[in-house]
């Protein structure tokens, strides 16, 4: 079955740089798109980044574009979310998603799986 399960979560201070990994199972993961989203307490899913199947184009949320850089490793099954310049507005918990697509769009309905979170803290 779909697995995915993220890491990397944790404290940084504004300013700061965290980097989250999320390791896929239970398919071709070479064959879809991947999303990270976020959910802060009390507000809505939101999407972050996306990343095409292959890799060659990567799409982000105004909120992050110029701050976080997500990538993909299709050898080790692996996808990441790179995140520099955290302002506490980032605190949330992100997941990662598999689409049902091989593109990786904005839209959370095109996401089938979602793995169970982790948490970034962004605070002095």
């Known amino acids: 079955q779909v697995q995915l399960v993220e890491s990397g979560g944790g404290l940084a201070q504004p300013g700061g740089s965290l980097k989250l990994s999320c390791a896929a199972s239970?398919?071709?993961?070479?064959?879809?798109?991947m999303s990270w989203a976020r959910q802060a307490p009390g507000k809505e899913l939101e999407w972050v980044a996306g990343?095409?199947?292959?890799?060659?184009?990567?799409y982000y949320a105004d909120s992050v574009k110029g701050r976080f850089t997500i990538s993909r490793d299709n050898a080790k099954n692996m996808v990441y979310l790179q995140m520099n310049s955290l302002k506490p507005e980032d605190t949330a918990r992100y997941s990662c998603?598999?689409?049902?697509?091989?593109?990786?769009?904005?839209?959370?309905?095109?996401?089938?799986?979602w793995g169970q979170g982790t948490q970034v803290t962004v605070s002095t």
């Open positions: 239970g398919f071709t993961f070479s064959n879809y798109g």
């Open positions: 998603a598999k689409s049902i697509f091989l593109r990786a769009t904005l839209e959370l309905y095109e996401y089938s799986h």
């Open positions: 990343i095409r199947s292959d890799g060659s184009d990567t």
